[in-house]
Nanobody, 121 residues
Framework: QVKVAEYGGGLVQPGGSLRLSCEFY????????MAWYRQAPGKERDLVAV???????NYADSVKGRFTISRDSAKNTVYLQMNNLKPEDTAVYYC???????????????WGQGTLVTVSS
């Protein structure tokens, strides 16, 4: 069984910063892609940023230059540093990992429980 603990989120003023983190633990052999998604009220869940096992990254156009995704493979943890936050960044943020387990079945996609980020003055 693989579990996840998601941290961060909260209320921040426009222009402010927040850091989200997500730790995966349990029967983990390795982790392929790790990512952050977000879902604003009344909208679909969208990809924010993704990082692969080689530390290559991709970002949604709306967050390029403001958000940075990183990972600590030794800790099975993914981070999202969010700078210059805007009201339109308000959403529930979910972490995701494509995990190879030590037991069968080998592959498991794991989602965090979600954390609310509110950008408002």
């Amino acid at each position: 069984q693989v579990k996840v603990a998601e941290y961060g989120g909260g209320l921040v003023q426009p222009g402010g910063s927040l850091r989200l983190s997500c730790e995966f633990y349990g029967t983990i052999l390795s982790i392929n892609d790790m990512a952050w998604y977000r879902q604003a009220p009344g909208k679909e869940r969208d990809l924010v940023a993704v990082i692969n096992s080689g530390d290559s990254t991709n970002y949604a156009d709306s967050v390029k230059g403001r958000f940075t995704i990183s990972r600590d493979s030794a800790k099975n943890t993914v981070y999202l540093q969010m700078n210059n936050l805007k009201p339109e960044d308000t959403a529930v943020y979910y972490c995701y990992a494509d995990i190879v387990r030590t037991i069968l079945p080998r592959d498991q996609e794991v989602w965090g429980q979600g954390t609310l980020v509110t950008v408002s003055s």
